[in-house]
């Protein structure tokens, strides 16, 4: 056999990547060797809330977008064509870190054969937190949104005397 009949690598394969990312707005483009008939991906440092437009939605796809996961596929049997490059889907979304990358790539054909999936780099997003206490540490995961006192007491009544003399 020659090296394409031996090869242990899938012969068609697909590419997710990111578009133009804006607040609240990140394009996932898809580059595909074959017809895709369904996908699966995750989007670490975002929570995604909508997904709209691009080829999932010209083929019909139903697409869900949640938490970090977004799933695409079509109760009709349609599929995004072989050779399709271009965006997948618009994606709505709040920054929950200040990178967002793509991670866990499922992507099938028609015959429920997953495709070999290579991905983009990560993108950069606009991301602030509320830090009240300016610690450095974003409130909404900061154990102690102000000051420990002498017992340990987050805002406590305790007196920073050294003494830890704290009865209530």
């Given amino acids: 056999c ?3 009949e031996c090869s242990d690598e899938p012969s068609d394969g697909a590419m997710l990547s990111f578009g133009a990312v804006s ?5 996932v483009y898809l580059s595909s060797d074959a017809p ?10 975002a929570d995604l809330g909508s997904a709209s437009g691009g080829a999932a939605a010209g083929a019909g796809f139903t697409v869900s ?8 596929f079509s109760f009709t049997g349609s599929v995004i064509p072989a ?7 618009n994606l ?8 967002a990358c793509l991670a866990n790539p499922v992507i099938s054909d028609p015959n429920g054969e997953a ?15 509320d830090d009240a206490d300016n610690d450095g540490i974003c409130d909404d995961v900061d154990d102690c949104v102000g000051a420990y006192d002498e017992c340990g007491v987050c805002n406590g009544d305790g007196i920073a005397d050294g003494a830890c003399d704290c009865d209530g």
């Fill in 2 to 4: 020659d090296a394409a």
């Fill in 23 to 27: 607040d609240g707005s990140l394009e």
């Fill in 36 to 45: 895709v008939a369904g996908f699966q991906f995750d989007i670490t440092g």
């Fill in 65 to 72: 977008a949640g938490g970090s996961t977004v799933l695409g």
């Fill in 83 to 89: 050779g399709s490059s271009g965006l997948l889907t």
């Fill in 92 to 99: 709505g979304y709040t920054a929950t870190d200040s990178e």
């Fill in 115 to 129: 495709l070999g999936v290579s991905l983009g780099d990560c993108v950069e997003l606009d991301y602030e937190c």
